[in-house]
């Protein structure tokens, strides 16, 4: 018997394979697309009343920057709760978590905020605020209609906020700059007038297992190529040079190579401190989406640029931050909106508890 047969068979065998997969993936797909749009109409949008600000006694004498700290620790006490909602299962791995999304609403000249979840979810949700914030109220409601009557479709723009740089790095933190940054977002919303519709969706699910094995092995990574730079390749040039006339060295003599005793610089450690800190707390898998309606694009395209600016302040310098991908299809995007899609394949976003608060809390009564 010769090879010919052989090899047809396992050619035959490589296609069906092949083919199978391909077909898992487009009957998955399909089956996602499908629970998407049945979560999206299973969805409960919850308007959370806050109470009339008061004057506090003792908030005039104390710092700033205390007060702003205990009003973004409560929110981080909400998402920590929320963190306990992951499930396992094969359903999981097929349809993925479920998300909430969090809202943040400028309609009618008021700026409202919303927790929007899945029904099965209200009362964990319910429950998770009144930890956090005992005084706040969550109410039933329809859902509110941002989008412009006259300006329609053509007045309406919008998109998505990704993070800079890979996941691993933390965006700047209330913890880090002692200052509570959403109020720019709140500013940017609150220019909207009565005729100007803006939504802001921060979806959020917890993020797969093993998430922060990512953040371990970019630790590790970093020792290891200390001190290489990378040329062409990745190789670094003197390393070329030195394997041309340095003859070999054993290792073993050493223990290992030497490149992972040299010390980090102060500002590799700085980073790894970072990298390592966000890793110490809950994550999710996160999609922020902004949506602008008014009469004019002129005039949406205004608002939209005041909202970027305002998640300008959430960049950390030296580690992470946001960068606006403006939409190419409204109708998609106004469809995404309304139904609070999620895609499964989006997991390349991810934020710790800590960064949750930071960019969705509720106001203190300083704000």
Do not use: C
Request: glycine letters at 6%; zero cysteines; aromatic letters at 8%.
């Amino acid at each position: 018997m010769g090879a010919g047969p052989l090899i047809v068979s396992f050619i035959a065998i490589v296609i069906i394979a092949a083919g199978s997969a391909v077909a898992f993936v487009l009957y998955r797909n399909m089956l996602r697309e499908a629970k998407n749009y049945e979560r999206g109409l299973k969805m409960v949008p919850l308007l959370i009343h806050l109470p009339p600000t008061s004057e506090d006694v003792n908030s005039s004498n104390r710092d700033e920057r205390d007060l702003t700290e205990e009003v973004l620790s409560q929110a981080q006490v909400m998402y920590n709760i929320i963190s306990s909602t992951a499930t396992k299962g094969f359903k999981s791995k097929v349809y993925g978590q479920r998300h909430i999304s969090f809202e943040i609403v400028a309609h009618g000249g008021l700026v409202h905020y919303y927790a929007v979840v899945p029904l099965v979810l209200v009362d964990v949700i319910r429950q998770a605020v009144a930890a956090a914030y005992p005084s706040a109220r969550l109410e039933e409601v329809s859902d509110t209609n941002i989008f412009s009557k006259v300006g329609k479709m053509s007045g309406t723009i919008g998109g998505e906020f990704t993070l800079k740089k890979s996941f691993v790095y933390p965006i700047s933190t209330y913890q880090e700059s002692k200052r509570d940054a959403s109020r720019a977002l709140l500013n940017a919303l609150s220019s909207a007038s009565r005729e100007d519709g803006i939504g802001v969706q921060f979806l959020l699910r917890p993020a797969y297992d093993g998430w922060s094995k990512a953040s371990e092995s970019h630790i590790d990574g970093m020792k290891k190529n200390k001190g290489k730079k990378k040329g062409f390749g990745g190789v670094a040039p003197m390393d070329i040079m030195e394997a041309l006339w340095k003859p070999p060295e054993n290792n073993e003599k050493d223990g290992g190579s030497s490149s992972e005793d040299k010390q980090l610089t102060s500002l590799e450690q700085a980073e790894v401190d970072a990298i390592s800190e966000k890793a110490r707390y809950p994550a999710y898998e996160v999609l922020v989406r902004v949506v602008i309606s008014s009469n004019t694009a002129a005039r949406s395209q205004v608002l939209l640029k005041n909202i970027i600016a305002a998640f300008s302040l959430f960049d950390s310098p030296r580690n992470n931050g946001f960068k606006f991908s403006l939409t190419r299809n409204v109708e998609e995007m106004t469809t995404a909106y309304i139904m609070r899609f999620f895609p499964q394949e989006t997991r390349s976003n991810i934020l710790n508890s800590v960064e949750m608060a930071t960019l969705f809390h509720l106001p203190g009564a300083n704000a």
